[in-house]
C-alpha cells in the first residue's frame, strides 16, 4: 500500500516508468521511518535505509531470475520445433 502511495509523487516528475521504479523505494522508505518511532533520527534513517535496500537487492534478484526463466523458456521452445534441432 505504501509503495503505490510512493509512486504518486514521482509521476509528475519522471511519468510512469520513473514512479515505478522510484515508488516503491520512496514507499519503503516513509513506510519504515512512520513505523519505527520508537528510534532516534539516525536510528530511524538507518532502518528506512535497510528497508529501501532490500526492495532494491529483492528487485535486481527478482528480474535476474525472471530473466533466466524468459531464456530457458525461449531455447526449450526453439529446440522443440526447429526441425533439425528437434529433440523428438
Given at each position: 500500500?505504501?509503495?503505490t502511495l510512493g509512486l504518486l509523487p514521482a509521476l509528475p516528475f519522471g511519468g510512469p516508468l520513473l514512479g515505478l521504479l522510484l515508488g516503491?523505494?520512496?514507499g519503503a522508505f516513509v513506510g519504515?521511518?512512520?513505523y519505527r518511532k520508537d528510534l532516534n533520527g539516525s536510528q530511524r534513517m538507518n532502518q528506512a535505509f535497510k528497508g529501501c535496500m532490500g526492495i532494491v537487492v529483492g528487485s535486481i534478484i527478482g528480474n535476474v531470475i525472471e530473466a533466466l526463466l524468459a531464456i530457458?523458456?525461449?531455447a526449450i521452445f526453439i529446440f522443440?520445433?526447429?526441425p533439425s534441432w528437434g529433440l523428438g
Open positions: 500500500v505504501l509503495g516503491p523505494v520512496i519504515e521511518w512512520l530457458v523458456a525461449i522443440s520445433t526447429w
